[in-house]
C-alpha cells in the first residue's frame, strides 16, 4: 500500500507477481527438478497427494485467477494427465509466469479495483482485481511451503529460503 490513504502502491503489487514467478521457478530447480519421476509422483499424505499434483494445483490456480482478472470466460481448470510430461508441465508454468510478468507490467489502478468473476464451489463468485492477485501470492507460498516438505518426504532437498524480504533486497537476485 501507499502512503496515500485509500491508493494501492501498483510498484508493489508488480513486484509481488514476479516474486510469485520467481520463487516458483527457483523451487522447481533447486527442488523438484533434482527429483526422479518416480519420487516426482510419489504418494504423499498430506497436500495435494504428490509433487505433481501440487505443481499441478499450482499452475491451474495461477491460470484460472488470470483468466478472472483478465475477464477471460474460460476458467475451467483441466485435469491433470494421467502421466504428464514433467517437461512439458514446467514448459506450461514458464508460460504461464510470462503472461503474469506481462500483465504485471499492464496492471493499472482501474483494473486493479475491477470485478472479477470465477467459478467456485456452489456457481461462481466475485473479487476485485487486487483480491485475486493477492490470492495468487498466498496460495503460491503456501503450495511451495507444500512442496518444501514433500520433496522432504521422498528425497534429501536442497537448502534454501524461501523468502519475500531478502528477494525484496536483492540478496537472491
Keep these: 500500500m501507499s502512503r496515500s490513504p485509500g491508493t494501492c ?3 508493489f503489487l508488480r513486484k509481488l507477481i514476479q516474486h510469485n ?3 516458483d521457478g ?3 530447480q533447486l527442488a523438484i527438478a533434482p527429483l526422479s519421476d518416480a519420487q516426482f509422483v510419489q504418494a504423499v ?3 495435494a497427494g504428490s509433487i505433481q499434483r501440487e505443481c499441478w494445483q499450482i499452475i491451474e490456480t495461477e491460470r484460472k485467477c488470470l483468466r478472472s482478472v483478465r475477464g477471460d470466460a474460460q476458467n475451467s481448470a483441466r485435469e491433470i494427465p494421467d502421466a504428464p510430461d514433467r517437461a512439458l508441465m514446467r514448459g506450461q508454468w514458464r508460460a504461464l509466469h510470462g503472461e503474469w510478468r506481462q500483465f504485471a507490467k ?6 486493479l479495483v475491477s470485478a472479477c468473476r470465477f467459478p467456485a464451489e456452489g456457481g461462481e463468485a466475485e473479487l476485485l482485481a487486487w483480491q485475486l492477485i493477492i490470492n495468487v501470492i498466498y496460495q503460491g507460498s503456501t503450495h511451495r511451503s507444500n512442496i518444501m516438505r514433500m520433496v522432504a518426504a521422498v528425497h534429501e ?3 534454501f529460503d524461501l523468502s519475500l524480504m531478502q528477494y525484496l533486497t536483492g ?3
Excluded: M, T
Design 171 to 173: 540478496v537472491f537476485r
Design 106 to 111: 499492464e496492471l493499472d489502478a482501474d483494473l
Design 45 to 47: 499424505p498430506f497436500g
Design 157 to 159: 532437498p536442497a537448502q
Design 26 to 28: 527457483r523451487v522447481w
Design 21 to 23: 514467478c520467481w520463487e
Design 9 to 11: 502502491n501498483l510498484e
